[in-house]
């Protein structure tokens, strides 16, 4: 499996972008995906999740009503949509996938397998 994340860019505080992460190799519909960050000086943190057939969403408090997580099947692609971008946003965003993880997990980046190389997201203030 192999994912390759986009989008990222800069912004003004307020502003929005659209985050890719387009997937490739022995990946289907039942595998999870998320996204993750990590910003300067800080953790890598959950972002949002969605959960592979069922297509349940799950977000941090943090983006909670600014950012949605969507996917494409017939694309093997998800997405992120972030609106209303703050300073703190500012991070560089990892996809992520997984598959056969139980749903409580979801949120913990050390259930994903795969990762993507990141795209960084600048938001100016």
């Known amino acids: 499996v192999q994912l390759q994340a986009s989008g990222g860019g800069l912004v003004q505080a307020g502003g929005s972008l659209r985050l890719s992460c387009a997937a490739s190799?022995?990946?289907?519909?039942?595998?999870?995906m998320a996204w993750f960050r990590q910003g300067p000086g800080k953790e890598r943190e959950f972002v949002a999740a969605i959960r592979g057939n069922g297509g349940s969403k799950f977000y941090a408090d943090s983006v909670e009503g600014r950012f949605t997580i969507s996917r494409d099947t017939a694309k093997n692609t998800v997405y992120l949509q972030m609106n209303d971008l703050k300073p703190e946003d500012a991070a560089v965003y990892y996809c992520a996938a997984r598959t056969g993880q139980i749903l409580s997990t979801i949120r913990y980046d050390y259930h994903y397998a795969y990762w993507g190389q990141g795209t960084l997201v600048t938001v100016s203030s």
């Open positions: 190799g022995r990946i289907s519909r039942s595998y999870d």
